[in-house]
């Protein structure tokens, strides 16, 4: 199973996944200095956006077998800037960082866009349907 999941993983480019962030970083980077932070919090709203949006650039349809297995064991290319979090604490930035962060996101996103094309989205526009519609 291990070796399906690797065969999965090799065809993602870190480069493309990079680029398929680009437009959406720069208002994750303003909302996450906009968010107060508690002096033990390690895991932060950008790196939550990061991790939530690769894995839903995956086939993997198991959120606990990504974050355990593939995020947590290195299975992942270090050029993604993914960086391990325990399951419990990635379930806990569920409730700790809105859903209207996200949606945010996404109103910036379409905002830019001219209309009948959606070019930051054209690779992965179907997988990325579940975040457009979180919280409506």
């Known amino acids: 199973m291990i070796d399906n999941i690797q065969n999965l993983l090799e065809v993602r480019s870190p480069?493309?996944?990079n680029k398929l962030?680009?437009?959406?970083l720069e208002?994750?980077?303003?909302?996450?200095?906009?968010?107060?932070h508690h002096h033990n919090q390690t895991f932060d709203y950008a790196m939550f956006f990061?991790?939530?949006?690769?894995?839903?650039t995956t086939d993997i349809?198991?959120?606990?077998l990504?974050?355990?297995?593939?995020l947590n064991k290195g299975l992942?290319?270090?050029?993604?800037e993914l960086t391990p979090v325990p399951y419990t604490t990635f379930g806990e930035a569920f409730e700790r960082f809105e859903v209207s962060l996200f949606q945010e996101v996404f109103e910036h996103l379409a905002a830019g866009l001219k209309k009948g094309r959606v070019n930051e989205f054209t690779i992965y526009n179907?997988?990325?349907?579940?975040?457009?519609?979180l919280g409506k």
Do not use: D, H, M
């Open 15 to 17: 480069n493309l996944f």
């Open 76 to 80: 992942l290319s270090p050029a993604l």
């Open 50 to 56: 990061r991790i939530l949006i690769y894995y839903f």
């Open 27 to 36: 208002k994750v980077l303003e909302q996450e200095r906009q968010l107060s």
């Open 21 to 24: 962030l680009q437009p959406a």
């Open 66 to 70: 990504f974050i355990n297995t593939i």
């Open 126 to 133: 179907w997988q990325l349907l579940p975040l457009l519609v």
């Open 61 to 64: 349809k198991s959120l606990r």
